[in-house]
């Protein structure tokens, strides 16, 4: 991953998130760079919902190119389900399943437009994506696999989904 210019960090720590987004800003402002690929979503998902972006990677100011991908069942489940499913097994049903397919849709590049937050554009990215793909947006991140949030967290964020989604259908 070092050899084609991945950028590492640890998402716990504070000081990593200000050290790679400063690689990031260098990286973006080098002309003769490859594009950045950013998954904002933090984490796989099931193929079937679309989680939170992370805002990081639209406060850098640049162009964002979404791309939709979703994997296609015919011949394998590319979802790794770490609850039901040791890595080695799922690995073994990969390699040894005809092929691993997926619809890749490259969308129309976005920009901030005036007056949107990073979370909004975030959130727009996102819904473009969903509807290409056919995947149900839901108002949590892609962690909610690892521990179970309290009420009022779940509240609060249903709270901020359907606020969200009054904005949007004012808008249009």
Known sequence: ?????????NRTESRDREIVARKIREHIQGADNNPLLIFPEGTCVNNQYSVMFKKGAFEL???????????????????WNSRKQSFTMHLLQLMTSWAVVCDVWY????NLKPGETPIE??????????VRAGLKRVPWDGYLKYSRPSPKHREQKQQSFAESMLRQLEEK
């Open 107 to 110: 969308l129309e590049p976005q």
């Open 121 to 130: 554009f975030a959130e727009r990215v996102r819904d473009i994506i969903s």
């Open 61 to 79: 100011g640049c162009t964002v190119c979404p791309i939709a991908i979703k994997y296609n069942k015919i011949f394998v489940d590319a979802f």
């Open 1 to 9: 991953m070092e050899s084609v210019g991945c950028i590492w960090f």
